[in-house]
């Protein structure tokens, strides 16, 4: 019914399920892009930002080549790198009395829904204990002075993950979303956080250091951990983040996460009148996982093969393409990245097509998707690549097919209608589509197969910008 009820259609369709009163981007009761606790002391974080020496290229980064892991154990330096460049300020711009805030990674309408919270055990120079990640001050508020890896291994179903050096979750707000896009910026959530984490594993990557995403874990489990809501606030993904940091490889044990004592720290208000709409609160706990049983469910599910085969064809590397003059780290490239608001109507290389794509459909490290194997199609409209003719074509295995030949013109009107209109559709070089069978992925994978969907979708296109900007073509 949420798919349903938010898809857009050329033909005018009732919007019944909007919160009544409901105001489009009210710039009186815009959400802050901030969440801030009152109270609370900040820990800055170390501001050497710079890659280190001898950081690979962020060409080397995205084709899968990566330094030999240095450490078991994170520093605050690498912490910080991580957090920056996933999802940190980079810069602003005044607007009159306003002042607008750009992240790291990419956000419709750069309303950024997401938090970060880092439980940290083994990292060098931080006191353990569970921190929340504040970007305005680039500063880190700490919100449980405890270890609470243990905690989280119980929620998520692997005792892996109480020896991880640090266990990064990222929860969405979905009212900074929906503030602008309505019941439809609950899928915005997902879309952001897989963009964020896209950033995240290719920092990861280039210092060597290995990450692994976990999409499903008992929802209400994580909120208490987190002190959240589930609600208006709600986890999304949960990353391990480094090599157990005890040298013998033994970790803790699980540990319930209701012996934690309930948090009640206060928070600043969102905004004025937040609101909340009903048909995202019914999809985010419909696809909710609610006890062990389900848990153990969907951890079954994963195991076995579903999705399609890209294994054989998508190798771990790829080749490295052969562009001199753009050797920029993956720090230099994430700052460089921007979404373009302007594309001329030219060509480019095949490389430029095959390597980017490559680059991006490479498999993603989660366990809702087998190794080799990913949840998505992906649909092409290509309007100015050499050696291709302009048409409809599909990625699938590291070969481009093609579906439907057509003029160039027809291709490109098409491209911009699918795309709600906005030239940039057509005015590309090609326009990528992600497409899922979700009959397929929910008799599955259940309904939490939908938010894996979703987030699989958000790396690939998160990637997609990394690797055009990459080469020094144009993306959004």
């Not at 750069?110 to 353990?128: F, I, R």
């Not at 929340?132 to 905690?151: C, E, K, Q, T, Y």
């Not at 439809?184 to 692994?212: E, M, Q, T, Y």
């Not at 994978?445 to 987030?455: E, F, Q, S, T």
Request: charged content about 20%.
């Amino acid at each position: 019914r949420y798919h349903d009820e938010t898809s857009h259609s050329p033909r005018p369709r009732s919007r019944h399920q909007v919160v009544r009163a409901f105001w489009p981007m009210d710039p009186a009761n815009r959400p802050s892009p901030f969440k801030r606790y009152r109270d609370l002391e900040r820990e800055p974080l170390p501001t050497g930002l710079d890659p280190p020496d001898g950081a690979p290229t962020a060409l080397e980064v995205l084709s899968g080549h990566r330094p030999p892991i240095r450490s078991a154990a994170l520093d605050p330096a690498v912490l910080a790198r991580l957090l920056y460049y996933s999802g940190g300020v980079t810069r602003y711009a005044q607007e009159g009395q306003r002042r607008s805030w750009f992240r790291a990674s990419a956000s419709a309408g750069n309303l950024h829904p997401l938090e970060l919270y880092a439980a940290c055990g083994a990292v060098s120079g931080l006191d353990t204990g569970l921190y929340h990640f504040d970007p305005g001050s680039f500063a880190l508020a700490r919100v449980r002075p405890i270890d609470v890896r243990a905690h989280l291994a119980h929620a998520v179903g692997d005792p892996a993950l109480a020896g991880t050096a640090v266990v990064i979750v990222i929860t969405g707000i979905p009212w900074r979303t929906t503030w602008k896009y309505a019941e439809r910026g609950w899928r915005h959530v997902f879309w952001d956080a897989g963009s964020l984490l896209a950033n995240l594993l290719a920092v990861a990557a280039a210092h060597g250091v290995p990450a692994h995403l976990v999409f499903g874990f008992i929802d209400g489990e994580v909120s208490h951990i987190l002190g959240i809501d589930g609600t208006t606030e709600c986890a999304v993904a949960v990353v391990a983040v480094g090599e157990p940091a005890d040298e013998r490889g033994t970790t803790a044990e699980p540990a319930e996460p209701s012996e934690l004592d309930e948090l009640r720290l206060q928070v600043e208000p969102l905004s004025p009148d937040p609101l909340e709409f009903p048909l995202v609160t019914d999809a985010q706990h419909a696809t909710d996982l609610d006890a062990a049983d389900a848990l153990a469910s969907w951890r079954e599910a994963c195991a076995t093969a579903h999705g399609r085969w890209i294994g054989t064809a998508a190798p771990e590397t790829l080749d490295v393409p052969l562009h001199g003059e753009l050797r920029d780290p993956m720090a230099t490239l994430i700052l460089r990245r921007g979404s373009t608001r302007l594309m001329a109507r030219r060509t480019v290389p095949p490389v430029d097509l095959s390597w980017v794509l490559s680059a991006a459909t490479r498999p993603v490290p989660a366990d809702a998707i087998p190794a080799g194997h990913t949840l998505l199609t992906h649909e092409l409209a290509i309007h100015g690549v050499e050696g291709h003719a302009p048409g409809l074509y599909e990625w699938v295995a590291g070969t481009l097919g093609r579906r439907r030949e057509g003029a160039e013109t027809e291709v490109r009107d098409l491209a911009t209608y699918l795309c709600l209109g906005q030239p940039l559709g057509g005015d590309s070089a090609y326009t990528v589509f992600e497409s899922a069978d979700l009959d397929a992925i929910l008799d599955t994978l259940g309904p939490r197969g939908y938010r894996a969907a979703h987030l699989e979708a958000g790396i690939v296109n998160g990637r997609l910008l990394l690797a055009a900007h990459a080469l020094g073509q144009g993306a959004t």
